[in-house]
């Protein structure tokens, strides 16, 4: 009798811990049939790694919750955590918006949760805090970087509370999450995974490219960047389409240090007796010093494309880049553009397709709009790399060696 009671036991701790952590509802209701890109979640897989790392780390253990998360967590802020958080961005629509759907629970939960993170009612039950903002629609509420879509979202309501023909598998294959990109019907999928030091994102099977990483690691301080033609269409079409073929530009080769300088203010302002009085502050500034190697088959379509748009002035400055002084050449394989006010050595050619940022505290430390929780997250980056070779991607996100892995650091 004992040993059929610990096994049912034994069976319904199973099935519990199945339906928990593993069963999940493939079906993504609020994908809406206009949108371009998907970033998918899996939310089920996310609190696996979490518990087995929490589990083989026991500091964390005796940290209470309010400890960790600094309030009410978002599993009790009133909202339906599906198994697959569903992030779109919309077809001709800005790069910086994109949007989600969930589903409210308890709406004086979540208005509570709301208020304590800082969010302030615009309007009728559109709330923001900085650049998110929130809607409230019924039992629904649309996130966004952007409410410029949420009144053309609203309207879908009805369509994605029918069955679409979306499901997780259309997207996501085993990975924590996914980044798909749809265009004309046909969907591109790479895999994305938090693991104890980095995020990497990857079209699935791909080497991590170690290789060009260790190079370039050894070279470069701050930035440098090498991009074909390809790679120089797909990173400027998010901003004008018709660059990469506009401008004629083959390849791009770019190296940077950032610095920080005195830069002075001049006002004008009147004394006692109304004379004009110029008045200068000094403030410090952080300023890149860059050097810029633009190839071109056609030198002349690239000049005309540039003083077209009124990118070259009367001092042979690129004035498409803000950071000024600056000086463009041309030369035998296209242009030069260089920083005046400190000389950049260039970076060794390594006939690769990649970009590298390496974290520095200037990057960071004037952002007066992050808060002191969000500046923590960028000081603990430790560099960003993408890669491309052929059909494959790469990008990584390298945070600096903690005692804890990621998932547990936030």
Known sequence: MKK???????????????FTLYYKDKELKFIP????????????????????DFLSHPSEWFKSADEKTGGISIRESGVKIPDF??????????????????????????????KQKGFAEKKNELFQKGHIFIKIEGENCILGTSDKAFENISRLFLAFSQRTNFTSDTFIDGSLGSISVISNGKIRNFS???????????????????????????KVPFFAAELDRGNIKNFTSFFDKK??????????????????????????????????????????????????????????KTMQYFENRKWINTQRQFTAIPFQ???IEKNAHGFEIRSTRKTVQPSGQLNEN????????????NLKSFTSNEKKILSDIDYLFYGNKDSDYYVKLKFKKKNLPLILRW
Do not use: C
């Open 85 to 114: 958080l569903q992030v779109f961005h919309i077809e001709n629509t800005s790069f910086s918006d994109w949007y989600g759907i969930l589903e409210i629970k308890n709406k004086k939960k979540f208005l509570t949760y709301l």
């Open 192 to 218: 994305m995974d938090v693991n104890a030091g980095d995020i990497e994102i990857k079209t699935p099977g791909i080497n991590n490219l170690t290789s060009i990483i260790s190079k370039v690691k050894q």
């Open 354 to 365: 990649y970009i590298f940022v390496r974290n520095n505290e200037l990057l960071y430390s």
């Open 243 to 300: 660059f990469s073929d506009s401008a004629g530009i083959d390849y791009l080769k770019a190296t940077a240090e950032l610095e920080r300088v005195n830069d002075t203010i001049i006002t004008y302002g009147y004394d006692d007796d109304f004379n004009e009085i110029e008045k200068k502050t000094i403030q410090k500034i952080i300023q890149p010093n860059y050097s810029i190697s633009l190839h071109s088959s056609d030198p002349e």
């Open 4 to 18: 059929k009671l610990i096994a049912f036991v034994v069976l319904i701790a199973a099935i519990f811990v199945y």
């Open 33 to 52: 049939r206009n949108a371009d890109v998907v970033i998918l979640l899996d939310t089920k897989k996310v609190t696996r790694q979490y518990l087995s």
């Open 325 to 327: 002084p600056n000086v």
